[in-house]
């Protein structure tokens, strides 16, 4: 079976980014796309995520192989900074987020936040500095400091982490 397609996403109250590779092309080829969706808590959130998702698919599009399992991994929303106003907005974005990769033949994973910092960083608590640190020294040619896209890088690397895991089961028998 070929490699999978793995996109990783992070969702702010604000903004909404994506990170994208096939895993062997991971230092070479990576789709970093950030979408702005405006204020927070306002009924066109969603509106603006779907025009962001949809642009980033079609703007990907191309670079998917034939054939190849797709996959997206989104961080699950949380209730922090912003309180439970922030994370319901983040919520129904992120069902319209999800809808549209399903629409498009992905299969969704949601990615709680502790988890994939675990998996990335050794620590569910890393800071975002951590994350940066961890995430350009995986990736030296991204130069970015914005802290959603090096989240969704972030979520990327556990994607491909998941996968990595999944074939070796899946190899051994054990899956």
Same mark, same amino acid.
């Given at each position: 079976?070929?490699?999978?397609?793995?996109?990783?996403?992070?969702?702010?109250?604000?903004?909404?980014?994506?990170?994208?590779?096939?895993?062997?092309?991971?230092?070479?080829?990576?789709?970093?796309?950030?979408?702005?969706?405006?204020?927070?808590?306002?009924?066109?959130?969603?509106?603006?995520?779907?025009?962001?998702?949809?642009?980033? !698919?079609?703007?990907?599009?191309?670079?998917?192989?034939?054939?190849?399992?797709? !996959?997206?991994?989104?961080?699950?929303?949380?209730?922090?900074?912003?309180?439970?106003?922030?994370?319901?907005?983040?919520?129904?974005?992120?069902?319209?987020?999800?809808?549209?990769?399903?629409?498009?033949?992905?299969?969704?994973?949601?990615?709680?936040?502790?988890?994939?910092?675990?998996?990335?960083?050794?620590?569910?608590?890393?800071?975002?500095?951590?994350?940066?640190?961890?995430?350009?020294?995986?990736?030296?040619?991204?130069?970015?400091?914005?802290?959603?896209?090096?989240?969704?890088?972030?979520?990327?690397?556990?994607?491909?982490?998941?996968?990595?895991?999944?074939?070796? !089961?899946?190899?051994?028998?054990?899956?």
């Amino acid at each position: 079976m070929k490699e999978p397609f793995i996109v990783g996403a992070d969702l702010s109250s604000h903004n909404l980014a994506f990170a994208a590779t096939m895993p062997r092309d991971m230092l070479k080829r990576c789709h970093l796309h950030k979408y702005e969706l405006g204020s927070p808590y306002t009924p066109q959130s969603a509106g603006h995520a779907l025009d962001a998702t949809l642009a980033f !698919l079609e703007a990907i599009d191309e670079s998917i192989p034939y054939q190849v399992e797709r !996959l997206l991994y989104i961080e699950s929303p949380v209730t922090a900074r912003g309180g439970v106003k922030t994370t319901v907005v983040q919520a129904f974005v992120s069902g319209v987020v999800q809808a549209c990769f399903v629409k498009a033949a992905f299969k969704v994973y949601l990615v709680n936040v502790m988890t994939w910092k675990k998996t990335v960083c050794g620590n569910g608590r890393a800071s975002k500095p951590d994350v940066a640190r961890t995430i350009k020294r995986r990736w030296p040619n991204i130069t970015t400091a914005d802290q959603d896209l090096l989240d969704a890088c972030g979520v990327l690397l556990h994607g491909l982490a998941v996968e990595r895991a999944r074939t070796r !089961l899946e190899a051994s028998g054990r899956l």
